[in-house]
């Protein structure tokens, strides 16, 4: 897709409305006034789609086709399959869902599918293709969007089947199957293929290997009935761009749990996703949760190293949060900026208009109950679409980053399942975000990658808690430090294999030559024990973990202060090959982390060109035009800020002149480009 | 019914004792020694009346209520439904209920059966019937006392069908059902009635029109019951009034939340209710948990707007609290005189004596399982039935009010289910409580009533939080002002119609007249959020909610104090007709509450005449004979405490005199009238 | 079994190694080098020794035993019905558990059989048949090991047809039951006996009688398995001893909470238990802990008063805590050492090797995945082996205490399923343990037995908060008491009989004559509420419950001094026939636990002869040997302790003289005997 502006736009549910033309009139004059260029419809259109059984009703669509068209307002139709209607549940219950404790679930809420039952595929296949064959040539047709936030499982009889199958394929035998799983422990082994049943908190679910495999099959099976979802409508519409919106998970916007995402961007032309961070909360720092957003924005770009689209937010609150509060003046085009400075070339919001009952009623949009453009969002909305148009010439731009944050799905399964350690303190995911934070601190681009990435273009990887790392991965990280790659790594990696079986015979060898050690033992804290890292007389917090290793090739950089360890070796960097690896033996606060990097970034010479003086609660992203760059200024703070920079520019929003110190007021966003 | 005196009295199990002549010997003596003139039989006695199917044995209940009558104890005689035996679950499992999973219950526990079974119904009828032949002249047959606490619900295909022929009777038309539940939101149109299941956990629960309207239904499907079991009873015994006994939720007080009373109390003769304190708690001080118990008193006297009855009350602890502890001394004269001065016509106890066994052996009683009259607790009851016997005169004394405090069951049912806002802090009925406790403190009376009451009798309506308003309730706040009334409501109200649709165009015109302004955004708080309201150089708390609004013609009253609408109007005031409007913009401590109804009460001058200086911890409450008034002083406190009076009087309970200036000991209670 | 020397072993699972001989091979060598002179097997090998229904592969099995045996390696040989293959599961579902919801499990984890189903029973008593012809000559075996941590229970038709027969044996007559459990209350009465289901939470689970039988139930049918299991192999090997493996409940090792071990212990040759404390964990301190395992300990050596088996425990951490710390240097001698000071005769750990995979692959083993000697928890294992092998002499040894304390199961079940007083604050085995501290920092040795031991053996029993007792052990407090023994009770004590039917009239006479008092409320406090015992000018908080008693003969030690019953009696002592009833009235902190218990014991004149100045920290016990005794000496804490005793000893371990002073290094152990 060459996309020749950023998109701003809605989902947009006319649907709801078929019998006042009023509203229907209405939303067109507002887009127009919001500057809305895009509008997301038909997720939830099945019931009006077809009402009944083989009774499609088109016209209705038709029409919203093409007053959107007649209006210069691209469309991003969707696929309904997210949403069945009622009578079909009623008259074919194999499509519901069952869940992990075999309960037949009843029709409801939505995103309860299953995804094998053939009856289901079959609809989707039909309703999909009438729509491809009724709109593949309408003008106003600029992408797909397959289905809505793909998610969660079924556990009926077709998926069991499904999953056997799929292990069939995976293990080809039992034995390996039973190897792999380690089933001799505690006598699961399996002599029949039909013995296996699906991981159930009222069967098995302590086969770590299976429940790995489970979290797996789900993945490509929702993949599946997205290839089903999209065959006719790829062949229909071969140069219409697919998409379908991904998620971040709960409220900490961690990578969404449920699927990986690695696989699944594979499968898409262009990485779309749904964001919905909890601004003002009073538990961190406006910086804090930026830091945040930035991290997962970052990986989903990096999903496909190219730019992503924003394809749900919100103009103000959502309804889901425990907390539903409204963004503060400022605050929209803030976040909406953020977004595009990390690579999105979108800022699409749910929703269009509120609904006036049901269950997201109160769920923020451009257009609220009152039915005007008066209000404060309205406002924020065309302020941003008004921004947006400035800065068309980022639209397709790229980012490059020097430094790869690892972040692995499967390793984020495994940890989170094992028993061991500490349940409550293994955030995996909040380490990354953790260690992220130095570098969106001080202006660093960064991209968040599979272990299974390139590798070999980046200056420094960073790798922490990668409790799960198969046997090739080993080999790539031994590469890529020979030939001069700057590795870091902590506590709890390397443990497991890709089946989650301990590695035998100590720690990976790969490992002990690349940090020059050879971890010995993982201590777990208590939420009250602490200790302390000594480095060069300053001292560092240690809490949770804390890993023990025999010192072999490495220099120690730091020391433990206290405990049965004390003195011995916590932080250490060792020269292999051309490179160097760089061992973090313990959990720490951010500011042993910002002292750490800090000395890294020294090392391997990463910094910002850009940021003369930077400034923690500002945030300097860019991207990279043809011939120039554009810097995106963010100052996360309900305070005035200053930065300096190295040079002069232009701000593409106010059309100012901005000199090399850069005064940012509360909420404030510049787009700088170098003054020609 | 024309009750000659208060009722004094207790549930009574004689048939847990059969075997134990002495027992129930030894119950009449001690009865007569307690002063205790009722007795509440027959409640779980299906299983001694009905042994086996068909085998009815009524002799042994005609020898108590022959001992009971010659000892001039009138009996309260219960329907046994509430309780079935083992044999009728296990013939005709139809009679127990499902769940909302869709689970077929098993026997056991209580306030089980499903209310549609064609068994159950026929069953109570029978044993209604028989029961209502054999008494229905006896003597000592005082009232009617159907079933037990009526509650839950039932998800059996019975109670489906009847819920879609409710459904039917209501919307006519899928048409309008789909409409008045916006179902075309995530598709869920339903186009025919059998696709609609009731809320389901593991089904639909989302559409809010249909939660809202599924408890609609599960009140009129109870009353449905509670009309089944009276049908024979009423024709038999025209003239022996019938109750069912109401109850609160919760340990705090708060209306119980499964069924309408408002609608139920239309169907009884008298509302009867159980009331648990958990008096010395260590979260409240006496008085805050005093006013709680007024508030709901209140409420159930103003169902009817005639005296109530205390069914249930405990002479001394509980069992079911997470901790029971037993009233101090005075305690349970003190408790037990507030029920009377706000309306109460009896104090009757659950229990008579303690079980041996089973899960209630440790509630308390009058008679302990060491079965005599030696312990406190006897003689606190013995004392109380003294003191009741001294004010018998006010037995069907009413109760005036001024003030009308607004609470109803759809608006709380809708808010509560709505996705929005704060899930932790909506807390309806707990504002209400707190908006009643300023007119406790100063001692005026209060009603607390439907919107659907006649307001007109009413100088000042207090309706905060009014999530939901249907258009009628609108235009009779517009007429109750216009005509002189004064109206105060507050954030979150007029938000929803009667199927929880949200009204479009903004807020609703009657509101906006009547309070003169236009409410325009709803600020949600993080627990840790705050700003204050700026009033006279005086500055009050806010937390959980500020709405932002537009004024128009309303003078402003107070404003903000910080954030982006610092300066903005908060609290308001509004001439509308020959009324005023009122509106408080934000939740706020009880200070601000305080200074605010102490305006609101000066300019619609409404206080206690007889109190000159009251005290915050003595309630005053007065029952109002034919021809004078009777006063109630209660020292809510563990302290000495003081007021101060308009005239000198007697107390009733210690027939001494009482000068104007009156001392309260800790836990007292007087009963006085003026001096003739 | 007369044992010659301690065991030191471990749960060996080569059946996970069988196609790895080099592991196989290093594991003799290893076991060796660590002491190791027993190996527990079998125990999940069902899969390996029955792949397939019928095939019988028993030559690996043959190969482990022949090699233990040549390496002089005892067996302890389980049957392996803990885990079934999967094959049985998926053809005979019958042996599949059902839930108390009425849910059939689904195959998976462990512990999950039906303890009814004939097809079960039928296929264990073909293995274990088969291994016990198998191995009953073999020279390496020495105790069988029945199953593992028997617990649970199972709700199938099967299990509810032996639950009515367990009742119809209990009652004879539904009249006898009716009556025991109360069942006219709520109309519950049974007319037949297939009304009857087992407790559930979807049907009857407030008779608490029933709930009570249900328990016991459990417990004997849990029983009747183990017999089922055994009843071959005592055929087969009448001389070899049998046991299986006990537990604690949850890391505050109160008595495991599923079964009724007073019961169970008759029908094992030799307790053994599996001991898991949480060592260093941030709310209590060492000595707190480590007096809960001298209590649990204490307990499990008294069911059949003789040495018992450490079955089972961590040379390190575990898996399955919240959080899983490694035991610091010197708590893995320290504790080891605890439980031979308490009694037993053998230091097993589960496990001898992590395995690689499935969920246990991180609790702690002896030989970790680096496949090595060089960790310093194989090295404190070996350690550990050397100083067993020092002390060999204690095998066999006994104990003897003056004191007893009484648990019960009965009660504790009664008492947790109530309803009534706090349900936060119950509290019953913690209660216990708190009283048992007072001896354990005072190095008084102590029983816990059941109220049915022979008391006469003790000249002090401590009871407190024993909430069942039955009519006959009433009568046995009273004999002891009468006949010299001085026994302590408190609050909550003797409530209900044996079927959790209150006493009626009162307090039951008996204790009211021991202890001179009658008992008449207890007050139940809120977690904030406070009072105080007033004794001697000293004064002790008191919380949660305070019983208030009429004084009759009994002498007042304390006063309770607020509330109601300020200046009232809160601790007694009374002269009754040759002995003397202490009664408690209050539950307390620590130090008044210290400040009584020190009274009585000098009145009861029951101290440490050994131990002139002892220690909070340090706990001394001491196992008599026919002509000596030998006292363990276990410093508790961080930091450098001190005792006296009455004279010089040498250390078995050090081999060095010691004299009466003896300082203690942290964690330190010292196993004395005095010189000759």
């Given at each position: 897709m060459v996309q020749e502006k950023i998109l701003h736009g809605a989902d947009y549910n006319p649907d709801q409305w078929l019998d006042r033309p009023d509203i229907l009139k209405k939303d067109i004059e507002l887009m127009k006034e919001a500057g809305i260029n895009t509008a997301t419809i038909g997720m939830f259109s099945w019931d009006k789609l077809e009402p009944e059984e083989g009774d499609f009703q088109f016209e209705w669509l038709d029409s919203i086709m093409d007053t959107l068209y007649e209006n210069d307002i691209k469309v991003i139709l969707a696929t309904p399959s997210a949403a069945r209607p009622a009578w079909m549940s009623k008259k074919y219950p194999e499509v519901l869902r069952t869940n992990e404790r075999g309960e037949k679930m009843r029709h409801g809420g939505r995103h309860n599918h299953c995804f094998s039952s053939p009856i289901y595929r079959k609809k989707v296949t039909i309703i999909n293709k009438k729509i491809a064959e009724r709109y593949k040539e309408h003008p106003a047709l600029l992408m797909w969007h397959i289905s809505n936030e793909y998610g969660g499982e079924c556990h009926c009889q077709y998926c069991q089947e499904n999953f056997r199958s799929w292990l069939k394929k995976e293990y080809s035998t039992l034995e390996n199957l039973n190897a792999s799983w380690w089933t001799t422990f505690w006598a699961h082994t399996y002599t029949s293929w039909d013995q296996i049943e699906s991981p159930s908190s009222i069967g098995e679910n302590e086969v770590h290997g299976m429940n790995l495999d489970w979290r797996r099959f789900v993945t490509d099976q929702t993949?599946?009935?997205?290839?089903?979802?999209?065959?006719?409508?790829?062949?229909l519409t071969p140069n219409i761009p697919i998409t379908t919106n991904f998620m971040a998970d709960t409220m900490d916007l961690i990578p969404f749990?449920?699927?990986?995402?690695?696989?699944?961007?594979?499968?898409?032309d262009v990485v779309s996703w749904d964001c919905y961070p909890a601004w003002h909360n009073d538990w961190e720092t406006t910086a804090d949760l930026a830091s945040k957003v930035g991290f997962i924005?970052?990986?989903?770009?990096?999903?496909?190293?190219q730019p992503f689209l924003l394809m749900e937010s919100t103009p103000s609150m959502v309804n889901w949060h425990p907390v539903n509060k409204a963004k503060r003046p400022g605050m929209h085009m803030l976040s909406s900026m953020q977004h595009i400075a990390h690579g999105s070339d979108s800022n699409l919001y749910f929703q269009w208009r509120k609904s006036r009952g049901s269950s997201e009623k109160f769920h923020g949009a451009v257009v609220d109950h009152d039915n005007n453009n008066q209000n404060r969002v309205f406002q924020d909305v065309r302020k941003v679409g008004e921004s947006l148009e400035k800065i068309n010439k980022v639209t397709g731009s790229s980012k490059k980053s020097r430094v790869g944050i690892i972040y692995d799905w499967d390793s984020n399964w495994a940890i989170n399942d094992s028993q061991g350690f500490s349940q409550e303190t293994k955030q995996y995911p909040q380490t990354l975000q953790n260690h992220y934070r130095f570098f969106w601190n001080n202006d660093i681009p960064v991209d968040i990658i599979s272990p299974k990435a390139d590798l070999s273009q980046y200056d420094l990887i960073v790798a922490p808690m990668l409790y799960l790392i198969d046997e090739s991965s080993l080999d790539k990280f031994s590469t890529y430090v020979a030939n001069g790659g700057n590795l870091v790594m902590s506590y709890i990696s390397g443990v497991v294999n890709e089946h989650d079986l301990t590695y035998m015979n100590g720690w990976p060898q790969q490992l002990q030559e690349i940090f020059g050690i050879n971890s010995?033992?993982?201590?777990?804290?208590?939420?009250?024990?602490?200790?302390?890292?000594?480095?060069?007389?300053?001292?560092?917090?240690?809490?949770?973990?804390?890993?023990?290793?025999?010192?072999?090739?490495?220099h120690v950089i730091g020391t433990y202060d206290e405990d049965f360890y004390a003195g011995q070796a916590a932080i250490t960097e060792n020269n292999f090959g051309k490179g160097k690896g760089y061992f973090i033996g313990a959990r720490t606060n951010q500011e042993f982390l910002d002292y750490f990097y800090s000395y890294i970034c020294k090392e391997?010479?990463?910094?910002?060109?850009?940021?003369?003086?930077?400034?923690?609660?500002?945030?300097?992203?860019?991207?990279?035009?043809s011939n120039k760059e554009v810097f995106f200024i963010m100052n996360f703070s309900e305070s005035n800020q200053k930065i300096l920079v190295s040079s002069e520019t232009v701000d593409l929003l106010s059309e100012k002149h901005v000199n090399v110190e850069i005064n940012m007021l509360p909420y404030e966003v510049k787009v700088l480009e170098k003054r020609e």
């Open positions: 993949i599946d009935f997205y290839e089903h979802e999209i065959k006719d409508i790829r062949k749990q449920g699927l990986d995402y690695y696989k699944f961007a594979k499968h898409v924005d970052d990986l989903y770009r990096s999903l496909k190293q010995v033992e993982t201590d777990v804290y208590y939420p009250k024990d602490r200790n302390r890292i000594l480095i060069d007389g300053k001292s560092f917090e240690v809490k949770d973990y804390a890993e023990l290793f025999d010192v072999k090739s490495a391997v010479q990463i910094c910002n060109d850009f940021v003369i003086k930077g400034n923690d609660n500002v945030s300097v992203q860019s991207r990279k035009l």
